[in-house]
């Protein structure tokens, strides 16, 4: 009990459907989940926000096989893009030398299988470097939605958060971080929520947290549903 009374998700939280008018159509896959993936039902949510809140530039930090980029691919316009950044190929540790959790998975599975060959393949561009190194300077303020699933550790989530800041528009756009209650991902995201009033709120049923962000900082909340069909 002390922890949930602790845990200030409990208060901020948020239906899938606050984001989606009716009727609201998306097609979603490979909804198959593996050990490591966004869970199917988050899965679906990953690819209604995009489409919901009409993203057209979509940034990854954490490709894994890739099931994530192509379910998020599907729900963007035929001129969008998603980018994704993972480990280099067969590294099993990250920039700082020290190899983790999050470092070794990059070398269970080849970095975005599942949607080489596919259609969204073509809106897809697989980008490799760590993300606390990796230079994203030449995508600074061209993003609608940044998704942050690499590693999980706190300094990496405060980078990653940081780097999400300057990826996105100035004139707005979203934060997504997976496993939000979990690993370093829930202090940090708890700190900034305390100590920096940040607006984040919690995807009921899900680890997907979510912030809205506006000339590089989080902004407050919009009115939703944002699509009018
Ligand atoms: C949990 S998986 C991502 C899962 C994927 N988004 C999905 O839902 O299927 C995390 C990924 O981040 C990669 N990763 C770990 N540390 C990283 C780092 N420092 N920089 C970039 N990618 C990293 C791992 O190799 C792994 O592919």
């Given at each position: 009990m002390w922890g949930v009374a602790q845990d200030p998700f409990v208060e901020e939280r948020i239906a899938l459907s606050a984001f989606l008018p009716e009727p609201f159509v998306i097609t979603v896959g490979p909804l198959k989940s593996t050990p490591h993936n966004a869970s199917e039902y988050e899965?679906?949510?990953l690819a209604a926000l995009v489409k919901a809140l009409r993203a057209e530039q979509v940034f990854e930090i954490g490709t894994y096989d890739g099931r994530s980029s192509r379910a998020m691919a599907m729900s963007l316009p035929a001129s969008g893009r998603l980018l994704t950044l993972n480990?280099?190929?067969?590294?099993?540790?990250?920039?700082?030398?020290?190899?983790?959790v999050d470092s070794l998975l990059n070398t269970k599975v080849g970095s975005g299988f599942r949607f080489v060959g596919t259609p969204e393949a073509e809106r897809i561009k697989q980008l490799?470097?760590?993300?606390?190194?990796?230079?994203?300077?030449?995508?600074?303020?061209?993003?609608?939605?940044?998704?942050?699933?690499?590693?999980?550790?706190?300094?990496?989530?405060?980078k990653d958060t940081e780097s999400a800041l300057r990826l996105l528009k100035p004139s707005g756009g979203w934060i997504v971080w997976h496993d939000a209650p979990l690993y370093g991902v829930a202090?940090?995201?708890?700190?900034?929520?305390?100590?920096?009033?940040?607006?984040?709120?919690?995807?009921?049923?899900?680890?997907?947290?979510v912030m809205p962000v506006a000339e590089g900082r989080p902004a407050p909340w919009p009115n939703l549903p944002l699509l009018q069909l």
């Open positions: 899965l679906v949510c480990l280099p190929p067969g590294e099993d540790r990250n920039a700082a030398g020290i190899q983790n490799f470097g760590d993300s606390a190194t990796f230079d994203f300077t030449p995508f600074e303020g061209q993003m609608d939605l940044v998704f942050i699933d690499g590693s999980h550790e706190f300094d990496y989530v405060r202090p940090y995201l708890k700190q900034q929520m305390r100590g920096g009033q940040w607006p984040v709120r919690l995807i009921e049923g899900t680890t997907l947290a």
